[in-house]
């Protein structure tokens, strides 16, 4: 017997990627930071435990204030979520009422939400070569979103297509996730002022090295903002629990360290891009924090097992269009040499 509602019934809840002792696999498969956090942030936490019997911030004053100057916008433009996931759950709930499209090799939580909030979902194909094309988008209507960078291809949308698709459709809402944006490119965050249909959706997850502590957030102007908080207040004003605004703040005040890690990552993956290449490998040109390549030699999954077995793990998608691509985690430089080197070797035993 089951008591759930049947509309779920088939619900397809999102896959997370797997997590594992650290001491025992090189993780490559969740698009973390190799890196901790700044010590400051860590110190910060630890400090914002002895006042956990009392409720966090409903403003979150101690992240917004800071992270409204850093991005050059208002308090008043910024939605402070439990990762950016809640910020793009809170799209879908509300926000969709003519429907929604998004392309078909994207991030999966977009599929998941649609489903569960009961919205009408247009999955546009992405070019042969993964690009994402916004004149796919004009005949249809309602809100659109889409990942930019796009995960797990990595490809980058320039600002002045998206600027060009919201000027033609000044009464559609258009969502741009920003997960991965430090990463490679320009961010759309300072023309919200410009375009009222402009929402961008950040996170702390990526660059901020705070995974674990689940902050995201989202710039539009003030009214969308507003709108998306009374859903907030209708559900959960205590979305953002003390600990990780207390991490979020302190992390803020540790913009050097972050940039640092920024590069690191960066580097280490062109320096990935160039030894993969070296070894056959065809790739996105990847401007995330991860890889997107297949080996003409070699299918998708077997790669996935025998980086496994050499206890390195990396993510593989089944679906038709991904099925022969890995997306690969950029870690830390010695992290990428070690898969280089499980690469070199898996490589060696299939041609013997």
């Avoid at 936490?45 to 101690?62: K, Q």
């Avoid at 008043?76 to 990762?83: H, K, M, S, T, V």
């Avoid at 995201?216 to 600990?243: H, K, Q, T």
Wanted: proline share 5%.
């Amino acid at each position: 017997m089951t008591f759930l509602n049947q509309k779920y019934q088939n619900l397809t809840p999102y896959t997370p990627g797997e997590q594992v002792n650290e001491q025992e696999y090189i993780k490559l498969n969740t698009n973390e930071s190799p890196y901790p956090p700044a010590p400051a942030v860590q110190k910060a936490v630890v400090e914002a435990s002895h006042s956990l019997n009392r409720y966090s911030d409903i403003a979150v004053e101690v992240v917004a204030k800071p992270l409204a100057q850093y991005l050059g916008v208002k308090k008043e433009q910024l939605f402070l979520g439990n990762g950016s996931d809640e910020v793009l759950s809170y799209v879908f709930q509300g926000f969709t009422e003519k429907g929604i499209a998004f392309p078909d090799v994207t991030y999966g939580f977009y599929q998941v939400y649609s489903g569960l909030y009961q919205v009408d979902a247009t999955v546009v194909p992405l070019k042969s070569d993964f690009s994402l094309e916004l004149k796919d988008y004009d005949e249809l209507s309602g809100t659109v979103i889409f990942a930019n960078p796009n995960a797990p291809t990595g490809i980058q949308l320039a600002q002045g297509e998206i600027c060009e698709f919201i000027e033609r459709h000044p009464n559609r809402l258009v969502v741009v996730d920003e997960a991965y944006i430090d990463f490679g490119g320009e961010s759309m965050v300072s023309l919200v002022d410009r375009y009222p249909n402009l929402l961008v959706v950040g996170t702390f997850s990526k660059s901020r090295q705070l995974a674990g502590a689940r902050l995201g957030f989202g710039v539009g102007n003030e009214e969308l903002i507003a709108d998306m908080n009374r859903l907030r207040f209708s559900l959960n004003p205590y979305n953002v629990n003390s600990l990780t605004q207390a991490a979020g703040g302190a992390v803020l005040q540790e913009q050097e360290y972050v940039d640092q890690k920024i590069q690191e990552t960066i580097q280490a993956r062109e320096w990935s891009k160039l030894e993969l290449t070296k070894l056959g490998f065809e790739q996105t040109d990847s401007q995330g924090n991860f890889l997107f390549a297949k080996h003409p030699n070699i299918a998708g999954e077997t790669l996935f097992t025998a980086l496994r077995e050499k206890k390195i793990l990396v993510r593989w998608f089944n679906q038709p269009r991904t099925k022969d691509f890995l997306r690969i985690t950029v870690g830390t430089q010695e992290q990428m040499e070690q898969l280089v080197t499980a690469l070199t070797t898996i490589l060696e035993e299939v041609d013997a």
